[in-house]
């Protein structure tokens, strides 16, 4: 099992981190090339095509990996219901969008919006063969498939914006993304639709799959409702600087958590019925986990004015303040989610929607109360939500396998200290360089030299085990 575990987390890291880097990439590049307005548009709409693409998904991806006796028809039933869910939020979303527009006051949102929600179509025909794939663990083909995509978008989308199209670079490189990754899949992938329907199968999966998609709706309506506020009381501007800082501060801890949890989910199911071993697993990976994040996170807040004066240019200046607290806040997303997971695991989805509604009714409230105050402040309220999302989903999580908060400071805070003592120690060393680019150079260096070696001083056991890994996976 530890091999199957080792050898998806590889392909995974590959996957996200080869994808994910040359998408990093080529974000700069259009960042550089195009203006913060133009990401701003990009962003209102978000909101409305991530919860029309939650619909879409409605739970099955993880009920499909969830079900221990998953056939052909169940496969199939969740393909047509992806498909017939698709071109129904399409169509909403097509005849919204003068409303949506409006809302905005951006009159060109409405085209743009009915052409990124083919988007939602296009994903649709995917969904099940990426299911099928995470099932066995088998992520080298989902790797091929998503470089593929990202290699293909990215040469679209430098060249448009290169040649000054402005946000419509960034809508067809999301449309060929999505056309390119699909097609790809469906070629590498040996599975092929039955032409059934099951009603049994429909009920089966959506009674695992409905509750997660609530779950989805609420989560998917918190991380894009900031946009929503900004881009209503503020301007596509401020909404453009906001998320790209929000966009930089969630690729590390988003990566890494995609990475681990969809390699971790399949393999903690089939130890759904053994709480000695699944608590056990748990502690281990988000022990892991924040081994990593936690210093990527504070590094990343540290290094926050020379990496946007460097990296996107000085027209993003402002976005440097956002990326810092936006960072402290994300770091905390990996022990959330993979909390929240662990509840799918044990099947009780009726608590992970409790807790999510819950959770939810303290972010709107803190929301509202930091709107006033402007975009800095509502970046600081995220800080705040996160601690509280994390002493809920704890509470939640306690009477179900037995682990409580202290279970859980004790694994994290040797890697936090540490984190925190390199991120101090950054701040003073670049105190004392002019250079923006020297400041970003230094502190990087510095940062990975000082936290390996409180790591050895302090003996860690997630260092001597990742660099175990590291070693086996070169000899290999």
Known sequence: MESNMTRGIVWSAIERFSVQGIQFIVSIIIARLVMPSDYGLIAMMAIFLSIAQTFVDSGLGQALIHKEDCDNVDYSTAFFLNVIIAVTAYVVLFFTSPYIAAFYSQSKLEIILKLASLNIIINSFGLVQKAKLTRIVDFK???????????????????????????????????????????????????????????????????????????????????????????????????????????????????????????????????????????????????????????????????????????????????????????????????????????????????????????????????VCSIPFGVTTMCWGQVFYSFLDMAIIILFLRPIIGIGYMDEIRVLFPSLAISLIMGILIYFIIQFISSYHLQLVVGIFTGVAIYILFSKLFKRWEYTFLTRKIKKAKNK
């Open 141 to 367: 083909t989902q790797a091929k498939a998503s470089l593929c995509a990202v290699l293909i978008s990215g040469s679209i989308g430098v060249f448009l914006a290169y040649k000054g199209f402005g946000v419509w670079a960034l809508i067809f490189q999301s449309i060929a993304s999505s056309t390119s990754n699909t097609i790809t899949l469906w070629l590498l992938s040996k599975w092929r639709p039955l032409f059934v329907f099951s009603k049994t199968s429909f009920y089966q999966l959506y009674g695992f799959g409905g509750k997660i998609l609530l779950t989805g709706l609420l989560s998917t309506a918190y991380n894009n409702i900031y946009s929503l506020v900004i881009g209503k009381f503020y301007n596509s501007a401020a909404l453009g600087l906001y998320n790209r800082a929000y966009t930089l501060s969630v690729y590390p801890s988003s990566n890494l958590v995609n990475i681990i949890s969809r390699v971790v989910y399949p393999i903690e199911c089939t130890l759904q019925n053994d709480n000695i071993k699944l608590r056990q697993s748990f502690l281990k990976t988000i022990a892991i986990t924040s081994y990593v994040i936690f210093p990527l996170m504070i590094g990343l807040a540290v290094l926050s004015k020379p990496f946007i004066m460097v990296i996107l240019s000085p027209k993003w200046e402002e976005a440097a303040t956002y990326l810092f607290i936006t960072s402290l806040a994300l770091m905390w997303n990996h022990i959330m989610f993979l909390n929240w997971q662990l509840l799918s695991v044990k099947g009780r989805t009726d608590l992970s929607l409790k807790s999510e509604i819950i959770k939810k009714i303290f972010s709107v409230l803190i929301l």
